[in-house]
């Protein structure tokens, strides 16, 4: 149980288009969902906390003009990653709250070029 | 603010070799605790979790005790395979609800040779 997936799992775009990542609960609902964005080899940095129904709250220094965030269901949330460059290149990565703890989706590759 | 450090990697280790890998944290309140691995290319997987003091995680041959005294979370397994060669992440969350945000240590890699 507690599965989150995401789509797609790697994404290729020329610089200046707009990305979309979808990221579900498969056997849960989630008020809450969270994205981080992870370097090589680094530890995950969170971007935002998405809330359903509401506005998502983003960490100082992510741009939300940018980084666009939709809670539509309470098991959908997306992060449109809006006029790409190649700096936001990146493993993003989503997880949805359940009970007591977060649980992971499998990350998305991003590749601008 | 709350903070979690863990050791750095990276952890090399023949197989069956006796595994720890050091976690301290420093919060407010009484944080849940938690382990993830992220093996290469995915995403984080919870590996185990403890809710308050003194409560043992363990799964997969892996176990952590939650010591308040000592405000660590260390990881341990007593034999690793290859397959455990992976990114080990410790983390807290500052109370019990999960949509609570997770601060995480810098992770530590774990290679094991066989």
């Known amino acids: 149980g507690a599965v989150v997936s995401q789509h797609p799992s790697w994404v290729i775009c020329k610089s200046g288009t707009s990305v979309k990542i979808e990221c579900r609960s498969l056997?849960?609902?989630?008020?809450?969902m969270f994205w981080y964005r992870q370097f090589p080899k680094q530890s995950l940095m969170l971007m935002a906390t998405?809330?359903?129904?509401?506005?998502?709250?983003?960490e100082q220094g992510v741009e939300k003009d940018k980084f666009l965030i939709n809670h539509a269901s309470l098991t959908l949330s997306t992060l449109t990653v809006t006029s790409a460059h190649p700096e936001d290149s990146s493993f993003y990565i989503c997880?949805?709250?359940?009970?007591?703890?977060?649980?992971f989706g499998p990350g998305t590759r991003l590749t601008v070029l | 603010g709350n903070s979690v450090t863990q050791m750095e990697g990276p952890v090399t280790l023949s197989e069956e070799a006796f595994l720890t890998i050091n976690c301290t944290y420093t919060?407010?309140?009484?944080?849940?605790l938690f382990w993830y691995v992220q093996y290469p290319g995915e995403g984080l997987q919870l590996l185990l979790k403890?809710?308050?003091?003194?409560d043992k995680g363990s799964n997969k041959g892996f176990e952590a005790t939650y010591r308040k005294e000592t405000t660590s979370f260390h990881l341990e397994k007593g034999s690793v395979q290859v397959s455990d060669s992976a990114v080990y992440f410790c983390?807290?969350?500052?109370?019990?609800?999960?949509?609570?945000?997770?601060?995480f240590g810098g992770g530590t890699r774990l290679m094991v040779k066989p």
């Open positions: 997880s949805a709250a359940f009970r007591d703890t977060q649980y």
């Open positions: 983390a807290l969350s500052d109370g019990g609800n999960a949509g609570n945000m997770l601060t």
């Open positions: 056997d849960f609902q989630a008020t809450t």
């Open positions: 403890a809710t308050k003091a003194d």
């Open positions: 919060a407010t309140g009484y944080p849940s």
């Open positions: 998405s809330n359903e129904g509401s506005k998502a709250t983003y």
